[in-house]
């Protein structure tokens, strides 16, 4: 009679245990924070790319993450990453920048979307010296007024398109070359009548696409073509 009543409590005493222990998980669990792939947006001054207090909400965005740069903000990518989108906010009339460093490569699986500042700002994806991996980028005047800028540099970095790179009815889409960096384009090319291309001495342009492409009819230092789809050369492109 006295074995099973201490078997009997070291079952019941077990069973308290396992509830507890089950208890003290879910409370661990809603402690925890909770990420889900979403829209995150820097904060106003911005900073480091891989710093949480560089975002709203201190999560350094992933690669499923839908990446915003905030009116007025400056980005540093100081280390290899990923995002599936990326967009410049003209919110306000506050320059923005995502600068990436020397020899580092921003990968954005989808569209970059570079706003034109609505007065007398400059939005600036600085590719610099680093890298660029791209499905399409997309230079967009979202309200039809902005009279600002909106911008592309490249140094002696790349920027390897594998989508449209697109400009705006008022022609104020501009890539700019600093040194002999490459810009490589998989899909169309906006011409000089939605924006416009300051190339280098050493830099290069190449079309690779797969499909039929169009050059775009600016004057390239040098220009490469590659791929196995036709190019359609403008009578008004120069070389050199």
């Known amino acids: 009679m006295y074995t099973e009543r201490r078997t009997s409590l070291r079952i019941l005493n077990a069973s308290k245990i396992g509830v507890i222990l089950i208890a003290m998980l879910l409370v661990a669990l809603q402690a925890a924070p909770v990420y889900a792939a979403g829209t995150i947006t820097s904060t ?31 980005v540093t990518v100081t280390a290899n990453t990923s995002a599936v989108s990326l967009t410049f906010a003209n ?8 600068a990436i460093n020397p020899g580092v490569t921003l990968v954005i699986s989808g569209a970059v979307i570079i706003r034109r ?6 939005n600036t994806l600085a590719v610099g010296a680093g890298n660029l991996t791209a499905g399409g ?10 009279t600002g800028s909106h911008v592309m540099n490249i140094s002696t970095g790349s920027a390897i398109v594998s ?7 008022a022609a104020s889409a501009t890539v700019t070359f ?10 169309s090319m906006y011409t000089s009548a939605t924006g416009s291309l300051h ?42």
């Open 199 to 240: 190339t280098f001495a050493g830099s290069t342009v190449e079309y690779n696409g797969i499909g039929t492409q169009t050059v775009g009819n600016f004057a390239y230092s040098n220009l490469t073509l590659s791929g196995s789809g036709a190019k359609n050369l403008p009578l008004t492109a120069t070389i050199g």
């Open 44 to 74: 106003a001054a911005g900073g480091n790319w891989n710093s949480t207090s560089t975002w709203v909400g201190g999560i350094v965005p992933g690669a499923a993450d839908a990446v915003i740069i905030a009116s007025g903000a400056t």
């Open 117 to 122: 500042g609505l007065t007398t700002a400059t």
């Open 91 to 98: 919110s306000a009339d506050l320059s923005s920048t995502v």
């Open 137 to 146: 980028i997309s230079f967009t005047s979202p309200l039809g007024t902005e």
């Open 163 to 169: 989508g449209n790179i697109i400009g705006d009815s």
């Open 178 to 187: 600093s040194d002999a960096g490459v810009l490589k384009v998989s899909g």
